[in-house]
């Protein structure tokens, strides 16, 4: 039972859009910044979103982050083939004083 | 450009132990810390613990505390993480993430190719 909830799995077609949720708690989101990463299998895991909004330099502004509350949400505008990959939330928890990834979700582009 | 080389896989057995290495390139090692995290067959990613190369500060999740021993070499940038009595349930894939964290803000901004890890009798 992951400590940040995200739906398992999505599905849309190329060159549509789709958001993914990452809820949280006080102690987490709600208090510190939220990352998300892609993860494709046999692949290491590659940095999409930090500090909730901001991407890396290499990143297409086809990614982005938003945050309201205890809840987070990353939108993939122009999807592509290339995109189908698992992806998830990650932040800090200062109750538990340790890092808490999201469950992933398994992004299907057909 | 920032690398981070994990060490090959590995293959013990129920009780032993495992010590997997991070070497870096690319980057003012001394400025960052690493993050571990593990995924295993058909799971998740799940944080086990972080370090700090100036300080050696520490944090572990707490299902790993005193199972998990992480060090860092500045001479030749590099990580390490040890665990201590393996179960089969520890068997997966190791990743080293590089870590930039103020406070509680983190993120694991480059990440090693991953370490298997097979516990079997």
């Known amino acids: 039972q992951s400590v940040l909830t995200q739906p398992p799995s999505m599905s849309a077609a190329p060159g549509q859009k789709v958001t993914i949720s990452c809820s949280g708690s006080?102690?987490?989101?709600?208090?510190?910044?939220v990352s998300w990463y892609q993860h494709l299998p046999g692949t290491a895991p590659k940095l999409l979103i930090y500090?909730?909004?901001r991407r890396p330099s290499e990143i297409p502004d086809r990614f982005s982050g938003s945050k309201s509350g205890t809840s987070a949400t990353l939108g993939i505008t122009g999807l592509q083939t290339g995109d189908e990959a698992d992806y998830y939330c990650?932040?800090?928890?200062?109750?538990?004083?340790?890092?808490?990834f999201g469950g992933g979700t398994k992004l299907t582009v057909l | 450009q920032v690398q981070l080389v994990q060490s090959g896989a590995e293959v013990k057995k129920p009780g032993a132990s495992v010590k997997a290495s991070c070497k870096t390139s690319?980057?003012?090692?001394?400025?960052?810390?690493f993050s571990w995290v593990r995924q295993a067959p058909g799971q998740g990613l799940e944080w086990m613990a972080w370090?700090?190369?100036?300080?050696?500060?520490?944090d572990y999740a707490l299902r790993f505390q005193g199972r998990v021993t992480m060090t860092t070499d500045t001479s030749t940038r590099t990580a390490y993480m040890e665990l201590r009595s393996l179960r089969s349930d520890d068997t997966a894939v190791y990743y080293c993430?590089?870590?930039?964290?103020?406070?509680?803000?983190?993120?694991?901004?480059?990440w090693g190719q991953g370490t298997m890890v097979t516990v079997s009798s």
């Open positions: 006080s102690s987490n989101i709600g208090s510190n910044f």
């Open positions: 990650a932040t800090w928890d200062s109750s538990l004083s340790g890092g808490v």
């Open positions: 690319g980057y003012a090692f001394s400025n960052y810390g």
């Open positions: 993430a590089r870590t930039s964290r103020s406070g509680d803000n983190v993120a694991f901004d480059f």
């Open positions: 500090e909730d909004n």
């Open positions: 370090i700090s190369v100036y300080g050696g500060n520490t």
